[in-house]
């Protein structure tokens, strides 16, 4: 059967496919070892970290002390959307996440893109992250040892400030790409040895915060929160628009709950495990960030965020009176977005396995070794593009576009909940539903992702459309003639 280029563009992979689809009995395919503690862990180690060690100094600024609404607007955003989540994952329980969901939704065309804003997501958070670790463990150095990596080894080669970027010869930021080799052996090695180590350094990034949060309380001061709302619009961020400025800042970190979904073909039961293990790690990573929020503020007057490097170890330090509370935490936080890198890499292999496995990129990224059953090949290529990225380019050309594909992917998440069950109709197997009916969480998910969106800077737009288009080129010139689903007719 021959079909039309607009019936390409909008066929879709049924949800049995998803979930029976894999390698012939010749080739290995994804090993089905995670239980529900470790797909929890892996969501709150992808989540927590960035969000509340790094974007405190950015997100204060905009919005004062009110910038615990932030997180909690954040958190109700991501919550909404955790909710689509949580019935799509139990429909459509394969590795990919939402391209998963939109492949067997919205049609093929509408994934790849999908996928292409994934990619971007995963790739660029993950260097991101491996940049900010490379801060940490300076500071922790400095604080253990007294001696500090040289300068031309831990800053990049093209840095950005608001109107030009500078090439620096000789310079190259060498931490974040030993941390991306150390991610790199841990996912060949397989993937329950990687979500193991994962879950110990979230158990031991939890504790640290915990640790935080009691010290800090100490020098808890109520008139930190006076006047509540940020007073200055110099910046066009007093009252509530510095909180949804901010909020905006912060919502790239909940990137896990989209992690936890990528994990959909290595969950044992994912019809049960991958929903709850999706809403549990929202009600944790929501605690903790409201816990530390309020103590952070609570220790310390909002202006003295701004520009302050490694914030959560000066609160301890100037809370105390002493310098072991912040080395502690300095340990803690190289500890913590170690295994947000981790995670992150992990996410973006598996939506590459995923893509390849229906045949819309070459066959090199769905190979599995038969003995550690990860997909190796896969897993080198993209440790060597997130160093590379790590180590030459500043992170501030990263975040807005890691946001981008973040909201990109929550909103598609969103808009598939009424079309799978159209689709599926009586036919839908048993587990979470959205409640309210399949249109006012997903529609009120979409208006929150799409109010965030409206803030990010021109620059992203534009790098944004870049890559759609080349994202599309791909599609036309390699994805539609090779797609798996041309043998289905």
């Known amino acids: 059967m021959n079909l039309t280029l ?20 010749a080739e290995p395919g994804l090993h089905r070892s995670l239980g529900l503690f470790p797909l929890t862990m892996i969501g709150v180690g992808a989540t927590i970290g960035t969000g509340i060690f790094f974007t405190m100094v950015e997100a204060v600024p905009k919005a004062g002390p009110a910038v615990v609404l932030s997180f909690l ?28 969901f939109a492949y067997a939704t919205i049609g093929e065309f509408a994934a790849f893109v999908v996928a292409a804003c994934l990619l971007l997501e995963y790739g660029l958070a993950a260097s991101a992250t491996a940049i900010g670790w490379s801060d940490y463990l300076n500071n922790f150095l400095a604080n253990a040892i007294g001696w500090e990596i ?48 994962n879950a110990v350094m979230v158990l031991i990034k939890l504790a640290i915060l915990i640790f935080f949060s009691v010290i800090a309380f100490t020098g808890f001061d109520a008139n930190n929160f006076q006047p509540f709302f940020n007073t200055d619009n110099s910046k066009g961020f007093a009252g509530m628009a510095g909180v949804t400025a901010a909020a905006g800042t912060v919502f790239f970190s909940f990137i896990g709950l989209d992690t936890i979904a990528t994990a959909g073909e290595e969950v044992r039961d994912p019809r049960r495990n991958v929903p709850i293990g999706i809403l549990a790690a929202l ?25 302050q490097q490694a914030g959560l170890s000066v609160i301890l330090q100037n809370v105390t009176g002493q310098a072991w509370p912040a080395l ?162």
């Open 328 to 489: 502690v935490l300095s340990a803690g936080a190289v500890v913590s977005v170690f295994s947000v890198t981790l995670v992150t890499i992990y996410g973006q292999t598996r939506i590459l396995y995923a893509i390849s496995r229906d045949g819309l990129i070459p066959k090199t990224f769905q190979k599995v070794n038969a003995r550690t059953q990860a997909p190796v090949s896969n897993t080198l290529i993209v440790c060597v593009v997130v160093g590379a990225v790590a180590g030459t380019v500043d992170a501030t050309f990263l975040w807005d576009m890691v946001s981008m594909g973040t909201l990109t992917a929550f909103m598609v998440v969103s808009i598939a909940v009424p079309v799978i069950r159209a689709k599926q109709g009586a036919n839908a197997p048993a587990g979470f539903r959205v409640p309210f009916g399949p249109y006012l969480i997903p529609g009120l998910s979409v208006f929150a992702c799409l109010y965030i969106m409206k803030d990010l800077s021109p620059t992203t737009f534009r790098v944004f459309t870049i890559w759609m288009a080349v994202a599309i080129a791909t599609y036309f010139l390699y994805s539609v003639r090779h797609s798996r689903l041309n043998k289905a007719h």
């Open 283 to 307: 009600v944790i990573v929501t605690v903790f960030y409201m816990m530390v929020a309020l103590a952070a503020m609570g220790a310390q007057p909002a202006h003295m965020f701004e520009g």
């Open 6 to 25: 607009g019936q390409k563009l909008f066929r879709t992979k049924s949800s049995e496919r998803h979930h029976d689809d894999g390698h012939s009995g």
């Open 150 to 197: 040289p300068a031309q080894l831990r800053s990049p080669m093209f840095v950005s400030d608001h109107n030009n970027v500078h090439f620096n010869p000789g310079h190259f930021n060498l931490p974040p790409v030993l941390l991306v080799i150390m991610c790199c052996i841990l996912l060949v090695r397989g993937t329950k040895e990687s979500a193991t180590t």
């Open 73 to 100: 607007i954040a958190a109700i955003t991501a919550g909404l959307t955790a909710l689509c989540y949580a019935e799509l994952a139990g429909r459509v329980p394969a590795a990919g996440s939402s391209y998963s």
